[in-house]
């Protein structure tokens, strides 16, 4: 329908169906995350605090030394066991790491991050011995993702006296989809 608009050149006018209030939440939604504009709050893990412990891991978050801060201190040794619900899995990304390497073998043998696909005592796992193909040593500024196999990974974290470094984790707890259902 042509009418004339207000600086006196012809409009069209369009009728628009009524949206669902479901496609309406979705576009708001979408728009809404796109944005980057969040409330959620994700929670570090401090691994000095929860040293010793499992703890049940929610959807994502953050892993550091400590809940406050992800620069460590030297003659440091904490392990901590993570546990996502049963049937997911469990994925770090190492956002931002600087964990001293010995620089003359360019080895993890001053501070290191052991991380465990399962569950461990960390503490009783030689991980100098090329048995445990399951574990992973991080040391140095960057590491490949981790993912897990099951829902519980362990992880030890040690450094020595001399010097200090940071870390920070991302953890994502997800599923996988049933046997033969990609």
């Known amino acids: 329908k042509t009418h004339k608009c207000s600086d006196d050149t012809n409009c069209t006018s369009v009728k628009h169906a009524n949206m669902d209030a479901s496609v309406a939440c979705f576009f708001f939604m979408l728009v809404f995350l796109w944005s980057g504009v969040s ?11 929860n040293d010793g412990q499992r703890v049940t891991l929610r959807d994502a978050g953050y ?17 901590v066991q993570l546990q996502a ?20 073998y360019m ?12 569950m461990a005592n ?41 010097l200090i470094g940071h870390f920070k984790l991302i953890y994502t707890v997800f599923s996988t989809p049933p046997e033969g259902k990609v």
């Not at 080895?107 to 399962?118: A, E, F, K, P, Q």
């Not at 011995?129 to 099951?150: E, H, K, L, P, R």
């Not at 829902?151 to 450094?159: E, K, P």
């Open 39 to 49: 409330t959620y709050d994700y929670k570090t893990i401090g691994m000095q605090e």
């Open 63 to 79: 892993i550091g030394p400590t809940e406050h801060s992800y620069t460590y201190g030297n003659n440091q040794d904490f392990q």
């Open 107 to 118: 080895s993890c043998r001053d501070d290191r991050l052991d991380i465990y696909d399962g």
């Open 122 to 162: 960390m503490t009783s796992i030689d991980t100098t011995s090329q048995q445990y193909n399951n574990v992973v040593i991080a040391c140095g500024t960057s590491m490949a993702d981790f993912v897990s196999t099951s829902n519980i990974i362990s992880m030890r974290f040690r450094s020595d006296g001399w």
């Open 85 to 104: 619900q049963r049937g997911k899995r469990i994925l770090i990304v190492f956002q931002n790491i600087e964990i001293d390497r010995t620089s003359q």
